[in-house]
């Protein structure tokens, strides 16, 4: 079939329309793929960059959780505040740890240093000064009493001493008669004879009051003044205002409790470990304090029911913590046995069931838990938990225990 020329003139129109479309559409294509692999590109990025942020984040955790693991136990003190609380900080080592035998005791008033004061005459209480634990003078009065028997001993001293002066008299005349051979010899030797038994009946008549502790003269020669024979603290008194009492009638006790006694009772097998000067330490249940004596006393003997020995250990009371009555327990040194490692035993302290020593870290002190072996009171043994060497709270150690447990309860809430 013949074209005419419209006709090949429209079809290479089509053609070249053809042809432009479908260059339009390859350049559109290849725009879009540019497009797309820039936001590949930046799909990708942005998870590189997520998970760059994740590993940050893990990484902050990581590091804020290695600090909380590292102060978690951690108590942070400024070398000010450690001034301030008085710690004291000392290196766990080996060391020596006395080994001992213990024994319940109780203590008991000092008997060197007991008075059962009696008036030591018989009469009627006129005034009672002193009263149940009042601390005394020697000397100060404690009552005063009114003694038909005081009366006739005063009386008889009156009268002695009213017949010495009547013997002087009649010896200085007789002995100037003598000399200007006025009198005779015989005469003066009985006048001096006289005096010298008048001497001794004086003297005798107040040595009676002396003995009784009474004075030689009063405001009324019945009245007896019952005073202190030596410091201490009235701890009985059986005596009221009125009341008639015998002359052997203990009417006060009095003790000085600057020295107690800490009697315990020894079985006839520990015998040997308990010698007369060994030292000693003392403790009760009651309060934390302790005191260092020696044994003053073993008992030679053993008592038929019990089968058990008496002994004692006097200790010195200032501060009268050790009152009489209160129950204790006596450690008697046997020997000294090495430790690899020892503490003081103030540095120990409990948190329930555990105890633990608070050592030194940078920036302060740390808890840890440790397990303890033998005791002497004042040293401890480490048997694990503490390596020698170790720099540990000595003293004061109830300090940072307080502070542990504030962080705790701050921690809870």
């Known amino acids: 079939m013949t074209l005419t020329r419209k006709q090949g003139v429209a079809i290479a129109a089509i053609v070249i329309v053809g042809l432009i479309a479908a260059l339009a559409l390859l350049l559109a294509g290849r725009g879009d793929g540019h497009s797309h692999e820039g936001e590949g590109e930046t799909a990708h990025a942005a998870p590189a960059s997520g998970a760059s942020a994740t590993e940050s984040g893990h990484g902050d955790h990581a590091d804020h959780a290695g600090h909380a693991g590292e102060g978690a136990g951690r108590i942070a003190m400024t070398p000010e ?15 020596r740890i006395r080994s ?12 060197d240093r007991t008075a059962h004061v009696v008036p030591r005459v018989a009469g009627v209480a006129e005034s009672v000064v002193a009263n149940l634990g009042q601390r005394v003078k020697k000397g100060d009065l404690l009552a005063v009493f009114a003694s038909t028997q005081l009366s006739d001993q005063r009386s008889e001293l009156l009268a002695a001493q009213r017949r010495l002066e009547l013997a002087r008299t009649t010896y200085a005349r007789e002995k100037k008669l003598w000399e200007d051979k006025v009198s005779a010899e015989q005469d003066f030797l009985a006048a001096r004879t006289a005096l010298q038994e008048a001497e001794i009946a004086a003297q005798n008549a107040r040595q009676k009051l002396t003995a009784i502790g009474a004075t030689t003269s009063a405001r009324a020669i019945n009245q007896f003044e019952l005073r202190a024979p030596f410091d201490g603290i009235v701890v009985e008194k059986h005596l009221a205002l009125g009341e008639a009492v015998a002359a052997e009638t203990a009417v006060f006790t009095i003790s000085d409790l600057n020295t107690v006694w800490a009697e315990f009772v020894i079985a ?3 015998l040997g470990h308990v ?5 000693v330490r003392v403790t009760s ?14 008992g030679a003997l053993l008592g038929q029911q019990t ?7 006097t200790l010195p009371n200032p501060q009268m913590a050790w009152r009489p009555g209160l129950f204790v327990t006596v450690s ?45 009171g004042k ?20 300090v940072l225990k307080a502070e542990q447990g504030k962080a705790s309860a701050e921690h809870a809430h």
């Not at 505040?81 to 060391?95: F, K």
């Not at 010698?275 to 030292?279: I, N, Q």
């Open 268 to 270: 006839a097998k520990d």
């Open 100 to 111: 001992a035998v213990e024994f319940p005791g109780e203590i008991r008033f000092n008997e």
């Open 332 to 376: 008697v040194a046997t020997g000294e046995s090495d430790a690899a490692v020892v503490i003081d035993s103030e540095a120990l302290q409990t948190d329930g069931d555990r105890q633990q020593v608070y050592v030194e870290v940078p920036g302060g002190f740390a808890a840890h838990p440790v397990k303890t072996g033998r005791t002497d």
């Open 307 to 313: 089968r058990t020995a008496t002994a004692r250990v």
């Open 379 to 398: 040293r401890i043994e480490i048997v694990d938990g503490l390596a020698p060497g170790t720099r540990y709270v000595s003293a004061n150690s109830f």
């Open 285 to 298: 249940a009651a309060f934390d304090g302790a005191a260092e004596g020696k044994i003053s006393y073993v």
């Open 275 to 279: 010698r007369l000067g060994e030292a």
């Open 81 to 95: 505040q450690i001034r301030n609380a008085n710690l004291s900080v000392a290196t766990a080592g080996p060391g």
